[in-house]
T-cell receptor, first 113, second 108 residues
Framework: SAVISQKPSRDICQRGTSLTIQCQVD?????MFWYRQQPGQSLTLIAT?????????ESGFVIDKFPISRPNLTFSTLTVSNMSPEDSSIYLC??????????FGSGTQLSVL | AQRVTQPEKLLSVFKGAPVELKCNYS??????LFWYVQYSRQRLQLLLR?????SIKGFTADLNKGETSFHLKKPFAQEEDSAMYYC??????????WGAGTKLIIKP
C-alpha cells in the first residue's frame, strides 16, 4: 500500500496568482497522477508524472498552466498558475501499486476569487 | 469510446433498506471495473474490484456484460455507508476513467 500526504488541504487564492500543491508518498513509487475534480463532476486526469522525465499531460491540460515537478520517487508538486475562478476545484494526487489499485492524497480544495 | 456512466447523482435510502448504486460502462474488450468510495472528510479509497469478486463492508458488485453494468449492491444499508461512490474503468493505458459519482445518503 501507499500513504500520500497532500498539502495544503485547502486554500483561497486571488485571481492571477499561483498555488503549488505538494504530495509526499511514504514509499518509492514510479508513477504519480494528478487529478482535478470540479464541483459535481467526475475526476479528470491532469497529468502523469514519472521521476526523471517530463510529465505527460492529458488533452486540455498544458504544462504552462499546470507545471509539475517530480524530483524523486516519493514526492511531486503541481502548480496551478495564473489562477482564475474556473480553476476552483479539488485537486488530488494519487499513485498506484502494481497495475490496479490507486491510492489517493486527501485532496486540496482550491477556491479562486 | 470508453465511458463510465453513473446515472444517479444522489441516492437516498433508509437504514436497513437495500441499496443499489448503478454503473454502466462502454468498453470494447473485457473490462475490469472498480468501485471507489469517499467517506466524509476521508480520502478516496478502493472499495472493491470485480476481478477479485470479494465483498467489502457488505457490498458486492457483479459484472453483467450483457447489460454492460457493474452495479454496487448491499442488502441492508447502514448509516456509515453514507459516502460518495465512484465507478471506474481502466483505459488501454491503464488510466482510470471515472463515473461522475453517486452520493449515497442513508437516512436513520
Amino acid at each position: 500500500s501507499a500513504v500520500i500526504s497532500q498539502k495544503p488541504s485547502r486554500d483561497i487564492c486571488q485571481r492571477g496568482t499561483s498555488l503549488t500543491i505538494q504530495c509526499q508518498v511514504d514509499s518509492q513509487v514510479t508513477m504519480m497522477f494528478w487529478y482535478r475534480q470540479q464541483p459535481g463532476q467526475s475526476l479528470t486526469l491532469i497529468a502523469t508524472a514519472n521521476q526523471g522525465s517530463e510529465a505527460t499531460y492529458e488533452s486540455g491540460f498544458v504544462i504552462d498552466k499546470f507545471p509539475i515537478s517530480r524530483p524523486n520517487l516519493t514526492f511531486s508538486t503541481l502548480t496551478v498558475s495564473n489562477m482564475s475562478p474556473e480553476d476552483s476545484s479539488i485537486y488530488l494526487c494519487s499513485t498506484r501499486t502494481g497495475f490496479e489499485k490507486l491510492f489517493f492524497g486527501s485532496g486540496t480544495q482550491l477556491s479562486v476569487l | 469510446a470508453q465511458r463510465v456512466t453513473q446515472p444517479e447523482k444522489l441516492l437516498s435510502v433508509f437504514k436497513g433498506a437495500p441499496v443499489e448504486l448503478k454503473c454502466n460502462y462502454s468498453y470494447s474488450g473485457s473490462p475490469e471495473l472498480f468501485w471507489y468510495v469517499q467517506y466524509s472528510r476521508q480520502r478516496l479509497q478502493l472499495l472493491l474490484r470485480h476481478i477479485s469478486r470479494e465483498s467489502i463492508k457488505g457490498f458486492t458488485a457483479d459484472l453483467n456484460k450483457g447489460e454492460t453494468s457493474f452495479h454496487l449492491k448491499k442488502p441492508f444499508a447502514q448509516e456509515e455507508d453514507s459516502a460518495m461512490y465512484y465507478c471506474a474503468l481502466p483505459d488501454s493505458n491503464y488510466q482510470l476513467i471515472w463515473g461522475a459519482g453517486t452520493k449515497l445518503i442513508i437516512k436513520p
